[in-house]
């Protein structure tokens, strides 16, 4: 079956636009993360949705970044202002259901910020 | 207390060596283990998991070793194989908080 798909696969764009980030999930999955992964570091969690519970934003590094999950499906993860350091490949994962099932990641968006 | 330390940073394994890759934990809320396996320009990717009611799993040639008391688990993959070079990530779940990874180690595995 299809998995979680994520769009653009690469964004550039200029120091202080605002860019939108695409993530289709699996369908059926209640459980839908964002990740921020910089060159060669680890995972970084900024968002988790869960079924129709308020999302856990956590880990939003600023109010420059936000996320919505509409119908419980689609996700976009926009990120205001942009800064040279927001540069990252941004990870989208979706959850069968929350606890301890199996995570799965889409191919990610490499965004670079000029 | 959220945190999963990841050791080493980096793995240089010969072809058909053993390659070793260890976390610790210290959140005992933790019950489930994941492995997650990420190729360059890919995302991560299950690789096996393990739950604490066992001190070990196997799957082909990779192996979880937990050990509970110690609150440390270990990655073990046997016959190393150039195609096996990626990086690896550890990680942890309670249920009731967001997946905790390591912060992943490269293997790379010379012919």
């Known amino acids: 079956g299809a998995g979680v798909s994520q769009s653009p696969s690469n964004k550039v764009t200029e120091k202080g636009k605002d860019v939108e980030l695409r993530c289709d999930p699996i369908s059926g999955h209640t459980a839908l993360y964002w990740y921020r992964q910089s060159l060669g570091q680890g995972l970084e969690f900024l968002i988790y949705f869960q079924g129709n519970s308020a999302p856990d934003k956590s880990g939003l590094p600023s109010d420059r970044f936000s996320a919505e999950r509409t119908g419980g499906s689609v996700s976009t993860l926009t990120i205001q202002r942009t800064q040279q350091e927001d540069s990252a490949v941004y990870l989208c994962?979706?959850?069968?259901?929350?606890?301890?099932?199996?995570?799965?990641f889409g191919p990610g968006t490499r965004l670079t910020v000029t | 207390q959220q945190q999963v330390k990841q050791s080493p940073q980096s793995l240089i394994v010969q072809k058909g060596g053993i390659s070793i890759i260890n976390c610790a934990y210290e959140?005992?809320?933790?019950?489930?283990f994941p492995w997650y396996q990420q190729f360059p320009g890919k995302g991560p990717a299950l690789l096996i998991a393990i739950r604490p009611d066992v001190s070990e799993k196997k799957e082909g040639r990779f192996t979880i070793s937990f050990n509970k008391s110690a609150k440390q688990f270990s990655l073990h993959i046997m016959d190393s194989q150039p195609g096996d070079s990626a990086t690896y990530f550890c990680?942890?779940?309670?249920?009731?908080?967001?997946?905790?990874f390591g912060k992943g180690t490269r293997l790379s595995v010379i012919a």
């Open positions: 990680a942890a779940d309670s249920g009731n908080t967001p997946l905790v």
């Open positions: 994962a979706s959850q069968q259901s929350r606890g301890n099932y199996e995570q799965y």
């Open positions: 959140n005992t809320a933790f019950d489930y």
